[in-house]
C-alpha cells in the first residue's frame, strides 16, 4: 500500500535533514507529529505566530523575506578549531556527565593525540572552582565531571536519576518488532511494517534504520533497512570499523551451523 | 599412610617457650590450610573441643550456637573438611583427655590433614599422648615446615569465555553495541572484546539451537514460542548464570549480556535489561555471593544456615519460578567439591568463595558420602523458607544486602523473568507480542 506524499511529509524529511527529530519538530510547532503528516498545505501553518516561524525556518534553512532579516551585529562564534583546548575537553566531559572518560576516549571523540588531550586536561584540573556546581575527578588517565556533592540532596537526585534512566530506555518497544521483522528477510508480512510511519520514524529518529535505496524504486512509503552499525551489532554482517574499509559479507548469522538454515 | 591414620607429630616443648607461641601464631592460617587449635584450660568433652575447632575456623562461637550440643563435633568436623585443613595443629594437647585425642585423630583423618599435637607437660610425655604409637616425636622448630609448605593450588574460576581487559565500554543497548565498541575502543581492545562477542553470540545459540522449541527449525510457529516462554526463561537463567559468574569484571559481564541479547534477537526473543540499581554500569549483573558477603556467611556455625544463604544467593532458579520438585534440594544438586550446582536446565559454576561452604554442608548431612543422592540438603526451618540470606546475615549482625529501587518502565511488556533476573533488571519476551496493534502509539 502506498501513502500520497503531503507538505507535513516532506517538512518532516526536511526537517530530519536538517538534524531535527519528529519529536522535536512537533515540540517545536505544538502539533503533534502524526498531525503534522497529515497537514495538506503550507497554508495550514498560518494560525503560527511569526516568532515560531521564524525559528522553523532557521531551523530548516528556508528563505525569509529579506525586509525582515536584520544583520547580525555580534561577533560570530569562535570557529570549533579556534576554541581552546581546554573549552573542548570541557564540552566532552559535560556532554558526558557523570561519566568516568579515559583520555584516550576523549581523544577519539575530539581527534586529537592524548598528550593534547592531557595537556588540556591539566589545565582544565586547575582552572575547574569549586563551588561552581560541578566537579572535575582527574585520577591519572581518567576524567569525570559531575554535579558537585550537595548540590542537589538525594530526593532531587533520586527523582532525577528516575527521569534519566526512563529517558535511557532505548526506542519503543515495537519499534524492536519492526527492527526484528526487518533483521529476518523470511518474514512474513515484513514489508506491512513499513506503512507504520510513526515507528518508521522513530526508528530512523533512533539511527536504527535507514532509507532503502534498492526499495525506493518500489514506490513504497518510506521504504526502510537496518541501519549498516545494527546488522553488525546483530551478527548479520561482518565488518570492521570504519565500513567504508571493508564491504559488508552478509553471513546470514555469525556462528551459524553447518547444518542450520541462515536466518 | 592409611586413611583412617593420618600423620600425627608430637611436638615436645616441656619449657612452654614464648618463640614456640610466636611460630604458632605464624603458623596459624586457615586461609593456607594450616589451623591452631586452642583448647581452652579443662576442656573435657567434645562439645567444649568443637567450640575450639570451629573459633580456630573463624565461626561465631560468642555466644554459644543455638544447634543442640550433640551437634557441635559434627559441625566442627563438616567445616573442617569444608576448608580443607591440611595441617591441623592442637596446642596444648597435653591437658586433653585421651577421648578427646581419639577424636582429634578422626578429625584429622576425615578432613586428610596431618595432625600436630604440642605436648608442653614439663617433665615426661603426656599420658594420652605418650600411646600414640604411630606418632612421630619432633622439635618446636619442625613447624615451621608448615610455614614453607606451598599452599596447595586452589581452584580457579570456571572460564566459559574468553575474558576481556576491563575496559570502559559504551553505554548504548545491544542494537548498537557490538558496532559502537568497534567504533570507540582502540583497535587490539576491540579485536578481543569482538572475540568474546562472537563466543557468547554462539554460545548462546547453540544452546537455543539445542531447546526443544528450536531444535526443529529456526523460525517456528511464534504461539508455540510464547507458549514456551517460561520453560525458555528458566533455562536462559541457567545460561546467563552460566556467562556472568564467569566473567572476570562488569565491563566482561556487560559484554556477554549484550551479546546473549544480540543472540536471543536474532531468533525473535527480546532479552529486555533494565538495571535496577544506580550501579555503574554491569556492576549489578555477576553473581551476589561476593567474598565480602562469603567471608561473613563463613562466620555462621550452622553449616544449613550458611549453605541455603549461599544457593539463595547464587542459585539463578528459585522455587517461586519452577515448581520444586522433591529432588530439587538433593544432595546431588551440589558437585562434591562444591564447585557447581546442578539443575533440571544444566550446571551453574559457582564462585570459588561458595565452594567452602557447600563442602561443609554436603560432609554435614552425608559424613561418610554413602547416602543416596535424593537425600535432602535441608530440614526444617531451612526448608523452602524466604530471605534465608537475610535472617543468616542478621543473625551475625550483619547488614542486609541492598535492595533494587528502580521502578519499572511502563512502556515495555511485563516479560517473564525469573527472581534471579529480575533482581538484574532482565525480562523475556517474544518479539511476536510486540507486534504493533491498530492504535498502539
Redesign the interface.
Known amino acids: 500500500m502506498t501513502q500520497p506524499v503531503t507538505f507535513g511529509a516532506d517538512l518532516l524529511i526536511r526537517a530530519r535533514d536538517h538534524g531535527l527529530t519528529s519529536e522535536e519538530l512537533a515540540d517545536l510547532l505544538g502539533i503533534p507529529a502524526a498531525r503534522i503528516r497529515a497537514l495538506p498545505g503550507p497554508e495550514a501553518l498560518n494560525h503560527l505566530p511569526g516568532a515560531l516561524l521564524r525559528t522553523l525556518a532557521e531551523r530548516l534553512d528556508l528563505p525569509w523575506p529579506d525586509w525582515l532579516t536584520t544583520p547580525p551585529t555580534w561577533p560570530a562564534p569562535a570557529a570549533p578549531h579556534e576554541r581552546p583546548d581546554t573549552a573542548c575537553v570541557h564540552a566532552v566531559l559535560s556532554a558526558a556527565l557523570g561519566q568516568p572518560l579515559h583520555l584516550s576516549e576523549i581523544a577519539a571523540v575530539l581527534d586529537w593525540s592524548t598528550d593534547r588531550v592531557r595537556a588540556a586536561a591539566d589545565q582544565l584540573t586547575t582552572r575547574v572552582r569549586p563551588g561552581g556546581g560541578t566537579r572535575l575527578t582527574n585520577t591519572g588517565d581518567t576524567l569525570t565531571l559531575d554535579v558537585a556533592p550537595r548540590t542537589l540532596d538525594h530526593a532531587a537526585r533520586q527523582r532525577l536519576n528516575r527521569l534519566l534512566h526512563a529517558h535511557g530506555l532505548g526506542p519503543d518497544p515495537y519499534v524492536l518488532h519492526l527492527i526484528h521483522q526487518l533483521s529476518d528477510p523470511y518474514t512474513p508480512g515484513r514489508y506491512r511494517l513499513h506503512e507504520d510511519a510513526d515507528l518508521v520514524d522513530e526508528a530512523l529518529d533512533y539511527q536504527l534504520v535507514v532509507h532503502s535505496i534498492e526499495a525506493s524504486d518500489l514506490g513504497s512509503f518510506h521504504p526502510v533497512e537496518l541501519h549498516p552499525d545494527v546488522k553488525f551489532s546483530l551478527g548479520i554482517t561482518q565488518y570492521r570499523y570504519p565500513p567504508e574499509d571493508a564491504p559488508s559479507v552478509d553471513t546470514g548469522g555469525i556462528g551459524t551451523k553447518a547444518d542450520s538454515p541462515p536466518l | 599412610m592409611p586413611a583412617d591414620r593420618p600423620w600425627v607429630t608430637v611436638v615436645r616443648d616441656p619449657h612452654d617457650t614464648p618463640a614456640t607461641r610466636d611460630l604458632l601464631a605464624r603458623v596459624d592460617r586457615p586461609d593456607r590450610a594450616a589451623l591452631v587449635v586452642r583448647p581452652v584450660p579443662g576442656t573435657t568433652s567434645p562439645a567444649m573441643l568443637a567450640l575450639a575447632v570451629l573459633a580456630a575456623l573463624g565461626k561465631q562461637v560468642e555466644p554459644q550456637p543455638r544447634a543442640a550440643q550433640r551437634q557441635w563435633w559434627p559441625l566442627a568436623q563438616a567445616w573442617t573438611v569444608g576448608h580443607q585443613i591440611d595441617h591441623l595443629v592442637v596446642d596444648r594437647a597435653h591437658t586433653l583427655p585421651a577421648h578427646l585425642i581419639t577424636h582429634l585423630i578422626s578429625l584429622a583423618a576425615a578432613s586428610g590433614a596431618h595432625l600436630w599435637f604440642i605436648d608442653a607437660s614439663p617433665a615426661h610425655d603426656a599420658p594420652a599422648l605418650a600411646g600414640l604409637a604411630h606418632a612421630v616425636r619432633q622439635r618446636p622448630q619442625q613447624l615451621l615446615t608448615i610455614t614453607l609448605a606451598e599452599p596447595a593450588a586452589g581452584p580457579q574460576p570456571a572460564t566459559a569465555a574468553p575474558h576481556i581487559p576491563p575496559v ?1 565500554l559504551p ?1 548504548t ?8 565498541c ?3 575502543l ?1 583497535a587490539a581492545q ?1 579485536a578481543l572484546v569482538d572475540d568474546a562477542w ?1 563466543h557468547t ?2 554460545t548462546i ?2 544452546w537455543l ?1 539445542r531447546t526443544e522449541v528450536f531444535a526443529a527449525t ?2 517456528p510457529d511464534p504461539q508455540r514460542v510464547i507458549a514456551a516462554t517460561r520453560t525458555l526463561t528458566a533455562g536462559l537463567s541457567v545460561q546467563l548464570a552460566d556467562l556472568l559468574y564467569t566473567a572476570a569484571h562488569p565491563a566482561d559481564a556487560l559484554l556477554r549480556l549484550r551479546a546473549a541479547q ?2 536471543l ?4 526473543l ?1 532479552l ?1 535489561h ?2 535496577r540499581t ?1 550501579a555503574p554500569f554491569g556492576g549489578d549483573l555477576g553473581c551476589r555471593l561476593t567474598p565480602e558477603v562469603a567471608v561473613a556467611l563463613n562466620r555462621a556455625v550452622s553449616t544449613s544456615a550458611a549453605a541455603a544463604a549461599v544457593l539463595q544467593l547464587v542459585n539463578p532458579l528459585d522455587g517461586s519460578f519452577i515448581p520444586a520438585r522433591p529432588q530439587s534440594d538433593a544432595l546431588s544438586t551440589i558437585e562434591p567439591d562444591g564447585s557447581q550446582l546442578h539443575t533440571d536446565y544444566g550446571s551453574v559454576p559457582l564462585p570459588v568463595c561458595a565452594h567452602a561452604i557447600l563442602r561443609a554442608h554436603r560432609h554435614f548431612v552425608d559424613p561418610t558420602g554413602t547416602a543416596p543422592p535424593d537425600t535432602a540438603l535441608f530440614t526444617g526451618q531451612w526448608r523452602d523458607a524466604d530471605n534465608l540470606t537475610e535472617r543468616t546475615l542478621r543473625r551475625l549482625r550483619l547488614a542486609a544486602l541492598p535492595t533494587p ?3 519499572r ?1 511502563r ?3 511485563r516479560g517473564h523473568a525469573t527472581p534471579w533476573m529480575r533482581h538484574r533488571g532482565l525480562d523475556l519476551c517474544v ?2 507480542e ?3 496493534r491498530p492504535g ?2
Do not use: C, K, M, V
Open positions: 570502559i553505554h543497548g545491544f542494537l548498537t553495541f557490538r558496532y559502537a568497534q567504533r570507540r582502540p576491540a562472537r553470540f554462539d545459540r547453540g539451537n529456526h523460525r544480540a543472540s534477537f536474532r531468533l525473535g527480546l529486555h533494565e538495571p544506580a529501587w528502580y521502578r518502565s512502556a515495555y511488556l518479539l511476536a510486540l507486534a504493533p498502539h502509539l
